[in-house]
């Protein structure tokens, strides 16, 4: 083969790799971010060890030092995102449970039953993932409220905490002030009891002697 020929080869593989690299990252990008295994291009139930193949493969495919795609590190960081999730017991499976609520949804509004042709076909595979979504959206919106109220409750005990905090602060103080004023208080006390005492007495009253008649 001439040297010209070996160049152009090189050069459309070297294209046809970076197409394949645009169109993985715009396929992630473009995929529902609340549902990992979409992200990851995968169906759901599948072995822990297809999770690490299928993201090791896609991820040295975009990694941000392997293409010059300017869109490689945001579709970089929700592939490692969507792994991560898929890789913790407790969030796979509420995310496995959603997806069986959407089935199951999706089967009762259609009057369906497992047995029937129509939930093993294209459409009703379509469907589902589109009901899945929407149990996704509210499950987050639910999640959402909830942090946000918690977040709220904690600031009330915050505020709660920091007036008891001061009050406390003040009463402190207010007592140091109480004590730190005792001697003098003791000293006006003395001074006002002197002050009331007849001038060269003892502060009491002579008794009048009663003459006896007779």
């Given at each position: 083969m001439a040297d010209d020929d070996i160049d152009i080869q090189a050069e459309?593989?070297?294209?046809?790799?970076?197409f394949d690299k645009d169109a993985e990252i715009e396929r992630i990008l473009n995929a529902f971010r609340l549902d990992a295994y979409a992200v990851l291009d995968l169906q759901p139930g599948v072995p822990e060890s297809d999770i690490k193949k299928t993201y090791r493969t896609?991820?040295?495919?975009?990694?941000p030092d392997k293409?010059?795609?300017?869109?490689?590190?945001?579709?970089?960081?929700?592939?490692k995102k969507a792994q991560t999730e898929?890789?913790?017991?407790?969030?796979?499976?509420?995310?496995?449970?959603?997806?069986?609520?959407?089935?199951?949804?999706?089967m009762r509004e259609k009057k369906l039953t497992k047995d029937d042709e129509e939930v093993k076909s294209e459409e009703f595979?379509?469907?589902?993932?589109?009901?899945?979504?929407?149990v996704l959206i509210d499950n987050e919106v639910r999640k959402r409220r909830i942090m946000k109220a918690q977040l709220r409750e904690e600031g009330r005990e915050q505020r709660k905490e920091e007036e008891?905090?001061?009050?406390?602060?003040r009463k402190r103080e207010h007592e140091q002030a109480w004590e730190q004023t005792r001697d003098k208080r003791i000293e006006s006390w003395r001074d006002f009891q002197k002050?009331?005492?007849?001038a060269g007495g003892d502060g009491k009253k002579k008794k009048k002697k009663i003459k006896t008649m007779g």
């Open positions: 459309l593989e070297a294209a046809g790799k970076e896609k991820s040295l495919l975009i990694h293409t010059t795609n300017p869109r490689a590190p945001d579709a970089f960081d929700r592939l898929l890789m913790d017991e407790k969030q796979r499976k509420n995310l496995d449970e959603a997806i069986a609520d959407a089935r199951m949804l999706l595979a379509k469907e589902w993932r589109e009901k899945t979504k929407m008891e905090t001061a009050e406390r602060k002050g009331s005492k007849p």
